[in-house]
């Protein structure tokens, strides 16, 4: 039972660059989102599914696309990396988009030159 | 967005200490999740909070929902070095992520 698996974990890109994190979960889940983790800000929110074809912003959405063509898979797109993209990224599921528990991946940290 | 904030951002104890951090909402919470992370890991669920005023222990560890259900406290009693970590709340619809309080546990 692997839960929620996220690659690579770590990453090092050029400013211009693109790329593409991966998450995928074997849970059945229909919530799952995507989060960075900078120093003294917590998690903020990038982008969330509710459900296959399903997506919408979160707190911090500029730079980065998701979409969502598979209950399992939630791949997040960096379009042309930023030195203010260097961040954690944590890639999370759920049952329900509130009320129930989130579980995480072991995320993927990134530094953007 | 709904916006929540954590106090304090660190926290240094000696082994044997008390420990508290809390949770404050601009808006009405309709749930509150507690979660851990330990240094290079990633965020753990501990309990969550649906209940004006409840309280909830595990072990060591006590959460509370205030009345309002605006805010929310953990309290750890004796901690111990199995304790160092980041803890976060999060409430509300998305799951909105408090800024964190980072525990150091000096033995």
């Known amino acids: 039972n692997a839960g929620v698996t996220q690659t690579p974990k770590f990453q090092v890109l050029k400013t211009g660059q693109s790329m593409t994190l991966q998450c995928a979960q074997d849970?059945?889940?229909?919530?799952m989102s995507w989060y960075r983790q900078d120093p003294g800000m917590g998690l903020r929110l990038i982008h969330y599914?509710?459900?296959?074809?399903?997506?919408d912003q979160g707190e911090v959405p500029n730079g980065y696309n998701v979409s969502r063509s598979t209950t399992e898979d939630f791949p997040l797109r960096l379009l042309s990396a930023a030195p203010s993209q260097t961040s954690v990224y944590f890639c999370?599921?759920?049952?329900?988009?509130?009320?129930?528990?989130?579980?995480f991946g072991s995320g993927t940290q990134l530094s953007v030159l | 967005g709904q916006q929540v904030m954590q106090i304090p951002q660190y926290q240094h104890v000696q082994e044997g200490e008390d420990f508290t951090t809390y949770c404050n909402s601009s808006?009405?919470?309709?749930?509150i999740q507690w979660y851990k992370q330990r240094p290079g890991g990633h965020p753990v669920f501990l309990i969550q909070?649906?209940?004006?005023?409840e309280v909830k222990k595990q072990k060591r560890l006590t959460f509370q929902f205030g009345e309002a259900k605006k805010n929310s406290s953990l309290h750890i009693t004796a901690t111990q070095t199995t304790d160092v970590g980041t803890y976060f709340c999060?409430?509300?619809?998305?799951?909105?992520f408090g800024t964190g309080t980072s525990l150091t546990v000096i033995p």
């Open positions: 999370a599921s759920s049952t329900a988009i509130s009320g129930e528990k989130l579980f």
């Open positions: 849970m059945n889940h229909e919530y």
């Open positions: 599914s509710v459900g296959a074809g399903i997506t």
């Open positions: 808006t009405t919470l309709s749930n």
């Open positions: 909070l649906v209940k004006s005023g």
């Open positions: 999060a409430g509300g619809n998305q799951f909105y």
